[in-house]
Every structure is written in structure tokens, then in C-alpha cells.
């Protein structure tokens, strides 16, 4: 998905992302285990933390701008622009890490990208990562789609958040043994009075394309908010109601 990121901005407000990170990286077993991919860098945060533990990593990232920010903060850590279902490395890696970026990537273009994470791993290698999985977020789905068909346009879901069933048989597929999976309810608190209204403005981008207009997508977004309040603010604080899927996977 080509989205032109406000990198700083993401950095700034959104760093729980990469904070939640941390309980992936535990599933990474460290013995023998020399070397990284940190698949969707972002900001590189993650991969600072790959670096930390002990492992030569390679940042990789589609994004220009969110590569501004990795390049600038971790100047000892090489990131390279390319895309996850297409990339390729001269020398395959002992680990691909990889945190709140597969859901970007479209059903059908999955395959592709675990061919690919597959080719790069070394025999042995582990395959460690956490995305949006079933039932992620479907109250905030639920009311914006509601708020589209209100104003007279239709919602595409931008986002693919798989079962384990289903992601675990494509894994298998491009020839990884799936070891773990774990499907879990986590609500995420959005930091202030604006919590979920900045939230989408920040995250939920090519739905809007089809309305094209900026006082209706506030209006849209505005009523959205107001609908999920009930459900998603709790106690002065907004709530992301976030499921992940987090799996690890190893090479044979
Ligand atoms: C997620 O991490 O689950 C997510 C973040 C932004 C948009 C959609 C999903």
C-alpha cells in the first residue's frame, strides 16, 4: 500500500507501536541467531532494539519518509528501500522480525511476500511477528463503514487481518513450519481528547480517497467517533480495539 506517511508525527503520537513491539521480540530464540531483518522498519525503533540484543540487522522499509527518521536516529543500522512482497537480500538471515505491518498488505499480494520472507531466511531461521489479526478493530470498521453509506459512498476495507488458520496454511505454504500462534484481544488507549479522531486520520487514509472532499470526510469521521464513544472511550480515555495475531515460524 503506497501511503506517504507524517513520519514525525507518527513517531511523536503513535509510539505505543513500536513500545507493544517488545513482547514480540521475546519469542526470538537468541542462540545461534546472528542476524536480522527488520521487515517494515518504520522508524527503526524495532530494529535499534534487533541491534540491542545482539544481532547484525538490516532495516527494510517502502516508506521515504519513515526511512528519514530510521537513517537519521540509528545512523549504525543500514536500511534499505524496498518493498516487503518483493525484497531480496544478498545473504540470507537467521531472523525476519516484523511488527504491525503485514495487515497493509493485501490477501492476495500475501503469498508473494512470504515467498520472499522465506527465500531470505537460512535454514533454521525463525520467521517472528505480530500483525492485525481477525476481528481487529471492527467496531471502528463497523461505524465508519456506516458513516460512508450515510453520506453516499461505499467503505472498502483498506486492511487484511487474517485467522491463525489461514495465515498459518499460507506460511506453510511458502514452506515455513509454523511453531507458535496466539490470537489476543488487546485494547490500545489512544492519548488524548482527540484519541480516535487522530488515530484515523493517521491510519485510516485510502478509504477516503472516494470522498475527496475535506468537510465531509470531518463529517464522516466526527459522527464515526461519536457512534464508537460508548463503546471505545472508557474512564476519560480512548480505546483501539486492536487484536493481534502473533506467530512465529521457522525455516526447516
Ligand atoms: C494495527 O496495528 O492493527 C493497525 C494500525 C493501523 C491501522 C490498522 C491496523
Redesign the pocket.
Given at each position: 500500500m503506497n501511503i506517504t506517511w507524517d513520519a514525525e508525527k507518527y513517531t511523536k503520537e503513535f509510539s505505543f507501536?513500536h513500545q507493544y513491539g517488545n513482547g514480540v521480540l521475546e519469542l526470538i530464540d537468541r542462540e545461534k541467531a546472528k542476524t536480522a531483518i527488520d521487515l517494515g522498519c518504520g522508524n527503526g525503533a524495532l530494529s535499534r532494539k534487533l541491534k540491542d540484543m545482539g544481532l547484525d540487522v538490516i532495516g527494510i522499509d517502502s516508506s521515504p519518509e519513515q526511512l528519514g527518521i530510521a537513517r537519521k536516529d540509528y545512523p549504525d543500522i543500514p536500511f534499505i528501500e524496498a518493498d516487503a512482497t518483493s525484497f531480496s537480500v544478498d545473504d540470507p538471515v537467521d531472523i525476519i522480525f516484523s511488527n504491525?505491518v503485514f495487515?497493509w498488505i493485501d490477501k492476495d499480494r500475501q503469498p508473494d511476500m512470504l515467498k520472499h520472507v522465506s527465500e531470505a531466511l537460512t535454514p533454521g531461521g525463525q520467521f517472528v511477528f505480530e500483525m492485525?489479526g481477525y476481528g481487529?478493530?471492527r467496531l471502528i470498521h463497523r461505524e465508519l463503514r456506516k458513516a460512508f453509506e450515510r453520506h453516499g459512498y461505499s467503505y472498502r476495507m483498506p486492511?487484511y487481518f487474517p485467522s491463525i488458520g489461514e495465515y498459518s496454511a499460507m506460511i506453510e505454504s511458502a514452506g515455513m513450519l509454523v511453531t507458535y500462534a496466539f490470537l489476543f484481544d488487546r485494547p490500545t488507549e489512544l492519548r488524548g481528547d482527540d484519541g480516535l479522531g487522530s488515530w484515523i486520520r493517521m491510519?485510516i487514509r485510502t478509504p477516503f480517497i472516494v470522498v475527496n472532499d475535506a468537510d465531509k470526510e470531518a463529517a464522516i469521521i466526527s459522527e464515526a467517533v461519536e457512534n464508537l464513544r460508548p463503546d471505545l472511550y472508557h474512564d476519560g480515555r480512548w480505546y483501539s480495539d486492536?487484536v493481534r495475531l502473533r506467530i512465529k515460524a521457522v525455516k526447516p
Open positions: 507501536v504491525a495487515h492485525g481487529n478493530n486492511f491510519f486492536y
